[in-house]
């Protein structure tokens, strides 16, 4: 168990749909990345969140959108899905906002099946 | 848990050899490197992080070597086991960047 919580594992859902996915941090860990995976795009980062604020963003659609919270979980919300959303959607945490010394902790994923 | 490495490059070896994965970045700005494990319905893991001040640093039985002059970077496995087996993708990332992931490379390890 690395210590990075996402809930749920599996998800199918229909097109249109909108879901949220969630993450806890790991004790102690300020910082919040999002990833998608793909098996053509390899690991693509979306968006990170250090201390409540946003502070970097990657490649992720207006469609989607994420905040985190005082107690530091976040949220990654989906809206009006597609196909081509369904992927692997990973959450990593660091203490800092730079990944300095080991990187990031990621949690063991959520896999979104759009249909 | 479905691969994630359906078309992703492949090494396959021999229990016991030693492996070696390559990976090319990007960035010539970039001054930190992380080579991840990730196995089949599971996250990326860490396994070992070299700066670019470095140029070798060693694990247990693994080792990074960077070569910044060609942006290279590669990861050394010795005596490779079957639990070795899953894909490994090497990231970059900037003084103040977030980590970009490379595609990834599918290692084999056969009894």
Not at chain 1, 68 to 89: C, I, M, R, V
Not at chain 2, 4 to 23: A, K
Not at chain 2, 70 to 87: E, F, Y
Request: hydrophobic content about 30%; proline content about 4%; aromatic content about 10%.
């Amino acid at each position: 168990d690395s210590g990075v919580t996402q809930t749920p594992k599996h998800l199918i859902t229909a097109t249109g749909q909108r879901v949220t996915l969630r993450c806890s941090p790991r004790s102690g860990d300020l910082s919040v990345y999002w990833y998608q995976q793909s098996l053509d795009q390899g690991l693509q980062f979306l968006i990170q969140y250090y201390n409540g604020e946003e502070r970097a963003k990657g490649n992720i659609l207006e469609r989607f959108s994420a905040q985190q919270f005082p107690d530091l979980h976040s949220e990654l919300n989906l809206s009006s899905l597609e196909l081509g959303d369904s992927a692997l959607y990973f959450c990593a945490s660091s203490v800092g906002d730079t990944p300095s010394n080991y990187g990031y902790t990621f949690g063991s994923g959520t896999r979104l099946t759009v249909v | 848990g479905e691969s994630v490495g359906l078309h992703l490059p492949t090494l396959s070896v021999q229990e016991g050899d030693n492996s070696i994965i390559n990976c090319a970045y990007s960035n010539s700005a970039s001054d930190y490197f992380i080579w991840y494990k990730q196995e089949s319905g599971k996250g990326p893991q860490f396994i070992i992080d070299i700066r670019s001040n470095m140029d070798k640093r060693q694990g247990q039985r693994v080792t990074v070597l960077l070569n910044k002059t060609v942006k290279h970077l590669s990861l050394q496995i010795a005596a490779t086991q079957p639990g070795d087996s899953a894909v490994y993708f090497c990231a970059e990332s900037g003084r103040y960047s977030t980590l970009t992931f490379g595609k990834g490379t599918m290692l084999l390890v056969s009894p």
